[in-house]
C-alpha cells in the first residue's frame, strides 16, 4: 500500500525480478507508473494514474499477471505490452488513455480478458508488429476514438472473440452533474463513480 508519485522515470520498477507481488499501491504523476521486466509476478489493486507515458509497461517480460487494477488518464498507453509473452491481463479498468488502451507490440501468447477498456484517445485494444497468438476475449470496450481492436496486418493466430462494445450516452462526458448521474460524468446510466474518481466498470445499460 504505497504512494508513488511524480518521480523522473517510474512509479515502481520490477527489472530482471521474479515471483513479486505488487499490490494495492497508488502510482500516479510519474514517467511511467509501473515498468516490469521480470516474470511471474502478480501486480493487482493497484490504482495508476495520471502519468506521463503509460500506465503499465512490461517490456521483455513474461508469465505475469495483471488483475483488477484501475489504469486511468495516462499520457499514451494505458498498458503497453512489448516484446513480452505468457502474460494475463484480466479484470482490469483500462480508460481516459492518451493513445490506447492496450497497445501489444511484437508479443505473443498473451491473454487480455473481461476487461474494461473505454473512453481511450486512440484504439481499445491494439495488436500491432508481429504480435501472434494473443486471446483478446470478453472485454467489456466503448467510447475509444478508433475501432473497439485494432489487428494489424501479418499478425497470425489470435483469437479475437466475445468482446462487447458498450455505448454510453453522450452526457457521461460532458463534464457536468447531469440527468441520472450521481456524480459528474459518472454513475446512473453512466460508468460507476469511486472515491469522487470516474471509474469504468462492467455495468450494462438500460
Request: overall charge negative; aromatic content about 6%.
Amino acid at each position: 500500500n504505497n504512494t508513488a508519485n511524480s518521480n523522473f522515470l517510474h512509479g515502481i520498477s520490477v527489472s530482471r525480478s521474479n515471483g513479486n507481488l505488487i499490490l494495492g499501491n497508488n502510482l500516479n504523476s510519474n514517467s511511467n507508473g509501473l515498468l516490469l521486466s521480470g516474470r511471474s509476478n502478480i501486480i493487482d489493486l493497484n490504482v495508476v494514474n495520471s502519468n506521463l507515458n503509460s500506465g503499465a509497461l512490461l517490456i521483455l517480460t513474461d508469465f505475469n499477471k495483471l488483475r483488477s487494477n484501475n489504469i486511468y488518464r495516462n499520457g499514451l498507453e494505458g498498458i503497453l505490452i512489448s516484446l513480452s509473452s505468457n502474460n494475463t491481463v484480466v479484470d482490469n479498468n483500462i480508460s481516459f488513455s492518451g493513445r490506447n488502451g492496450v497497445w501489444i507490440n511484437s508479443s505473443g501468447n498473451n491473454i487480455i480478458d473481461s476487461n474494461s477498456v473505454n473512453y481511450n484517445s486512440g484504439y481499445g485494444v491494439s495488436l500491432v508488429l508481429g504480435s501472434d497468438y494473443n486471446n483478446v476475449t470478453k472485454n467489456k470496450v466503448g467510447g475509444n476514438t478508433f475501432v473497439t481492436i485494432y489487428e494489424g496486418e501479418g499478425n497470425i493466430g489470435n483469437l479475437i472473440e466475445g468482446n462487447i462494445e458498450i455505448f454510453y450516452p453522450e452526457y457521461c462526458r460532458n463534464g457536468v452533474h447531469d440527468f441520472n448521474e450521481e456524480g459528474i460524468d459518472c454513475g446512473g446510466s453512466c460508468p460507476i463513480c469511486q472515491n469522487n474518481v470516474r471509474m469504468i466498470d462492467n455495468l450494462e445499460l438500460s
